[in-house]
């Protein structure tokens, strides 16, 4: 079995190539330019992506990095676990994330703050 297979099993599809789910909100726009998008096709931003050169010469002396997104228990948590383990300082701005799951969302949150030691704000 394929992972995309399985991982349809598992959840509902969401943000599928050439669908509107992964298209950038209208309110993001200005912000987005080809130089920031980084498109990935599992559950961490860092798999197989060029996330971690890309914030390698952007982040600076901070080392802070903001996720944001939807699922919260999926990508973002997945993504935010990859950054600490690379010892980012990883913020999730809570009114930031969503998930089709509102339990689960609430336990990623909790996870997140607790067991990864991410900034909830």
Known sequence: MTWMIWS?????????KGTEEPKV??????????????????????FNTSLESTLATTVGSSGK?????VCTDICVMHT????RNRDYKVEVPSDCVA??????HEWAISHLKN??????V
Request: with cysteine; charged share 20%; net charge negative.
């Open 8 to 16: 349809l099993r598992c959840s509902p599809g969401h943000c599928v």
């Open 25 to 46: 909100i209208p309110e993001l726009e200005e912000f987005v330019t080809n130089d920031n998008v980084i498109p990935k096709n599992r559950y961490s931003g860092f």
């Open 80 to 83: 935010a676990s990859d950054a």
């Open 115 to 120: 067991v990864l030691g991410v900034t909830i």
């Open 99 to 104: 998930s089709f799951d509102a339990e689960a």
């Open 65 to 69: 990095i903001i996720i944001c997104g």
